[in-house]
């Protein structure tokens, strides 16, 4: 075996270990972890009896077609069972593993290794695509797009991957347009100044892409533009800017404790810094060419900023941080190659890397065995073995009124429940009063099982003046297990 089979079989058997790594995380994570309410929108698409009835509904909310799907395909193919729902998701996750390893080519092997290896365990990415929503599709169509076009800037070649990532982003949700616009306006200002061979490759490439999506954002966009149903977030600032970027490998820091805390947030301040020194040091290094850090640099830091800006200018934009997937890769990538750099101080640099990448996959380990998230299915396994006969429930969320409430409580329960009769659930009206107060009087006990509910809402209210005694549970964030009796 000569020197090129050897290091070609070991490169192969590192990226298998970091696609075995990222898997595992992933299921794990989605194992451990209850589906969340917008989840459970996604389910709620995915239930439409005909495409008709699909995209007319679709209409009423705020998201593109293409991820809701991929779920209900995924559905009909293998039913509602968790791992079935999350499963598009997940296959987003995975080939956006194995894209950034395409992508780190360009890079030296350790680069390569670290930039792989922190979208593997960056725990926004694998919350992300272990969920039933559309952000890993999201980070995978960016990552994609940035791999196409480097392609076409160096090569010429990559036309029809650029027009299919554009096409799949445009689909998949309105904030692929900052990626779009960062890294196909800085592709076309590059490939203009440098005369290169892509330039009307990359042109006829995102043409096409955007071509086939204009059918959505001729028709379905414009409805859903009207209706005014607000978006997730509203709070942008450059604070805010600030704490996305550390998210992006390090999002849910508390969840292992004031402690370990302090050391992710050193961390995420680490792999923060590598990133800019990444930018940097590819700007410098003469065996790159331009297009690398510039594209790199754009959709790591200027694709935040735009939907930070977009958010500030407009609060239909919205913000929050599943809306920076798209910069997740590039922001590896820059971080990969800060940590690697050549020059002055460069092994303090690599060790530090090191260490950050280490924290990085235990701060995943920690969400995959407790997420902290909405604990639907906690709450409502705890609450079914203890419904008997004479027993009522309500089960409600504080969510927008164009979806059907006690979507997790008709999931969950009756997996639960098996060979058990559930116990009647009390009606509410959109005000989320009981529609029938005095109904609640009929009845020994009962519970309920709500979501973010203000703790003066007309359902609670109702119970506290007909029964005297009420007792209460948290699960995870904003699961709530109330239950009320008489003595």
């Not at 890079?107 to 670290?114: G, H, Q, S, T, V």
């Not at 979806?403 to 659930?425: I, T």
Request: charged share 15%; aromatic share 8%; with cysteine.
């Amino acid at each position: 075996m000569n020197n090129a089979q050897g290091s070609g079989r070991r490169l192969a058997f590192l990226l298998a270990a970091l696609l075995a790594l990222a898997a595992g995380l992933r299921l794990w994570n989605g194992a451990g972890s209850s589906l969340k309410l917008d989840d459970f929108h996604s389910l709620h698409h995915a239930r439409a009896p005909d495409l008709g009835s699909f995209f007319s509904f679709l209409e009423k909310d705020n998201h593109p077609p293409l991820a809701f799907l991929l779920v209900r395909a995924a559905r009909s193919a293998w039913g509602e069972d968790e791992w079935a729902l999350r499963l598009p998701a997940v296959l987003a996750g995975l080939a956006a593993v194995a894209l950034t390893w395409r992508i780190a080519r360009r890079l030296d092997a350790p680069a390569r290794a670290a930039a792989t290896f922190l979208v593997a365990v960056s725990s926004l990415h694998v919350e992300l695509t272990s969920d039933v929503r559309m952000y890993g599709l999201l980070a995978l169509a960016t990552a994609g797009l940035l791999d196409a076009l480097l392609d076409l800037l160096e090569e010429g070649r990559g036309a029809w991957r650029a027009a299919l990532w554009t096409c799949v982003g445009l689909h998949t949700h309105y904030h692929f347009a900052y990626a779009l616009a960062a890294l196909g306006g800085g592709a076309l200002v590059l490939a203009w100044r440098a005369r290169a061979p892509g330039l009307r490759a990359l042109v006829v490439g995102v043409g096409l892409g955007g071509l086939a999506a204009l059918p959505w954002y001729a028709l379905g966009f414009p409805a859903q533009l009207r209706h005014g149903l607000a978006p997730g977030g509203s709070d942008p600032s450059l604070l805010r800017l600030g704490e996305g970027l550390t998210h992006l490998v390090f999002h849910n820091v508390s969840v292992a404790g004031p402690v370990l805390r302090l050391v992710f947030l050193a961390a995420s301040a680490a792999v923060l810094l590598a990133a800019l020194a990444g930018a940097v040091s590819l700007l410098r290094a003469r065996e790159h060419r331009a297009a690398l850090p510039v594209l790199l640099a754009l959709g790591a830091f200027a694709v935040p900023a735009l939907a930070t800006l977009a958010a500030w200018l407009s609060p239909r934009a919205g913000f929050e941080w599943r809306y920076l997937a798209s910069a997740i890769v590039p922001f590896a990538l820059l971080a990969g190659a800060g940590g690697g750099a050549a020059g002055a101080g460069a092994r303090l640099r690599r060790g530090v890397l090191a260490c950050a990448c280490a924290a990085a996959l235990v701060l995943s380990a920690y969400e995959a065995v407790d997420p902290g998230e909405e604990d639907y299915a906690g709450a409502i396994a705890a609450l079914v073995p203890r419904l008997q006969p004479g027993d009522a429930v309500v089960a409600a969320d504080k969510q927008p009124l164009v979806f059907p409430h006690a979507l997790a409580w008709d999931y969950y329960a009756p997996r639960f429940a098996v060979g058990r009769a559930l116990p009647p659930r009390l009606d509410y009206d959109d005000t989320l009063s009981l529609v029938d107060p005095a109904a609640a009087g009929g009845y020994r006990r009962v519970f309920c099982c709500l979501r973010s509910m203000p703790d003066r809402c007309g359902i609670l209210s109702a119970l506290r003046q007909t029964f005297p005694s009420e007792e209460r549970e948290v699960y995870g964030r904003s699961i709530w297990v109330h239950q009320f009796e008489r003595p």
